[in-house]
């Protein structure tokens, strides 16, 4: 089955400095990679996702890049803000298919 | 906190007791999903569910039982054979059959006694 691995496990940033969480996957099958957050408490929320035929989404501050050939895909948010502080987890899986593999987290802490 | 309601938030087992944690959705969602979250791991699924009475096993599905009589609830059940059982448990859904976009519950903590 699919393996995820996601670095780094915690990222402490200066607030308006970037972050960047880096995850690569192993079956060259997945097509559909997206993006949770989950902050202290709360349940995940989707935040951004990518197909296999792209290679770069944006959305306000966050964006997502994806190297098929290389199979990883990056998180980056920029201006980091205070409320940016949060668990994200990355996912990979095959469109259709039944279960969405996660990768172990990273805690962001966004410092004032 | 709309859309999907876990209860309760927090749970205790004691030892060789079947514990059940609830799970229902008003969004009219054909899918839902338990998964567990342990610290330093990612999310794990336990069963999932395209259809009413209809599931199947997830990665660790070993120690737990699940039943979908209604389209709104997904109940976990949390037996004496899952020898460790302590976690936090999500419990998610999604409108389709695919497993994205997955729109996830508040969660349960279970803890052992």
């Known amino acids: 089955g699919e393996n995820v691995e996601q670095h780094p496990s915690t990222l402490s940033v200066q607030e308006g400095d970037s972050a960047v969480i880096k995850c690569t996957y192993s079956?060259?099958?997945?097509?559909?990679f997206p993006w949770y957050k989950q902050e202290l408490g709360k349940r995940p929320q989707l935040i951004i996702d990518i197909r296999s035929n792209v290679g770069e989404k944006k959305d306000q501050r966050i964006a997502v890049t994806l190297n098929k050939t290389a199979k990883h895909f990056s998180l980056h948010i920029t201006e980091t803000q205070p409320e940016d502080s949060a668990v994200y987890f990355c996912a990979a899986t095959l469109t259709g298919a039944n279960n969405l593999f996660f990768g172990t987290g990273t805690r962001l802490t966004v410092i004032p | 906190d709309g859309g999907i309601t876990q209860s309760p938030k927090y749970l205790f087992r004691k030892e060789g007791q079947n514990v059940t944690l609830s799970c229902e959705q008003n969004?009219?969602?054909?899918?839902m999903y338990w998964y567990r979250q342990d610290p330093g791991q990612g999310l794990r699924l336990i069963y999932y569910s395209q259809i009413v009475n209809d599931f199947q096993k997830g990665d660790i599905a070993e120690g737990y039982s699940v039943s979908r009589e209604k389209k709104e609830s997904f109940p976990l059940t949390v037996t004496s054979a899952q020898k460790n059982p302590t976690a936090f448990y999500l419990c998610a859904s999604n409108p389709g059959n695919t497993n994205e976009k997955l729109f996830f519950g508040s969660g349960t903590q279970l803890s052992v006694l």
């Open positions: 079956d060259s099958a997945s097509n559909y």
């Open positions: 969004l009219n969602h054909d899918a």
